[in-house]
């Protein structure tokens, strides 16, 4: 299944765009028409993955930053709008996760996992409204999870951080309407990546499969018509909303 919303005119800023979902939207919304500008720390694959849109008749630019970082994020929007103009659609993708019990999660993995996922997410978003409000509005699109608004055991810090960027998303939409910007999430279920494929494919996974109300996981591009609605003006009267992408996982009985 391949969907195409015009995008034409557009520029768009995906964060971890080296790997996973993040490279699947820049190529969904460059297929779509946009410029886009890929960033995340690994230099080598972001360069790649610019050559490989380039090769399709896509634009892309590789910039390489940490969106940990207040002043690594102002030069990666900078450095993007040198050089493809100014951006008008953020996807703030990039996140990490680290699987533990919460007796055992200590102040450093609490940190890595929240700074990137809340606090880089607010990064990236404050720095695209300063823009978007000189340049006349825009549309963020927050990767935030299923886990925003249900639970399971062993991922305290990554709920908590998907589920503070939830509400954040529906506070910025508040503020920024007056600005043109639009504020909206994605909220994926789970799906398969060469990271969970073999876990998926055990006796839990197979069980945790079978509460999926569709029986299945999600396929990457089942995530493209959330995507290409925000990222439109087919969305210009949404703000601060949540979409799940779960093949109704949410709807499943406790």
């Known amino acids: ?5 015009d995008l034409s005119g557009q520029v768009a ?6 790997s996973g979902l993040g490279r699947h939207f820049a190529k969904v919304l460059a297929a779509s028409g946009a410029k886009v500008a890929l960033v995340a720390r690994r230099a080598e694959q972001l360069e790649a993955l610019a050559e490989e849109i380039r090769g ?13 970082s207040g002043a690594s994020v102002k030069d990666a929007f900078q450095a993007a709008a040198d050089t493809l103009g100014p951006i008008s659609v953020v996807v703030n993708n990039a996140g990490i996760a680290r699987q533990a019990a919460a007796l055992d999660v200590d102040e450093d993995a609490w940190d890595a996992v929240v700074d990137t996922n809340l606090r880089g997410a607010w990064l990236v978003a404050q720095e695209a409204a300063r823009r978007m409000k000189e340049s006349g509005g ?13 639970v399971i055991g ?27 910007i639009r ?8 799906f398969e990546t060469d990271i969970n494929r073999e876990f998926f494919q055990s006796p ?6 079978r509460r999926i109300p569709q029986r299945r996981l999600g396929q990457v591009d089942d995530l493209d018509g959330a995507l290409l609605l925000l990222a439109s003006d087919a969305s210009r ?8 992408v779960d093949g109704g996982h949410l709807q499943s009985s406790l």
């Not at 399709?56 to 940990?68: M, Q």
């Not at 825009?138 to 608004?149: D, F, P, Q, V, Y």
């Open 1 to 5: 299944m391949t969907l195409k919303a």
């Open 13 to 18: 800023l995906v964060t971890g765009a080296s």
């Open 56 to 68: 399709t008749g896509g634009e892309a630019a590789a910039v390489p930053g940490d969106i940990t």
């Open 138 to 150: 825009g549309s963020i699109i927050n990767i935030a999870s299923i886990l925003a608004l249900r």
């Open 154 to 180: 062993h991922n305290a810090p990554y709920i908590a951080a998907k589920a503070g960027l939830a509400r954040l998303t529906q506070a910025l939409a508040l503020e920024w309407a007056r600005y043109g």
């Open 183 to 190: 504020v909206n999430a994605i909220a994926p279920g789970y």
């Open 204 to 209: 839990p996974g197979q069980a945790l499969i």
């Open 237 to 244: 009267y949404m703000t601060g909303t949540v979409i799940p």
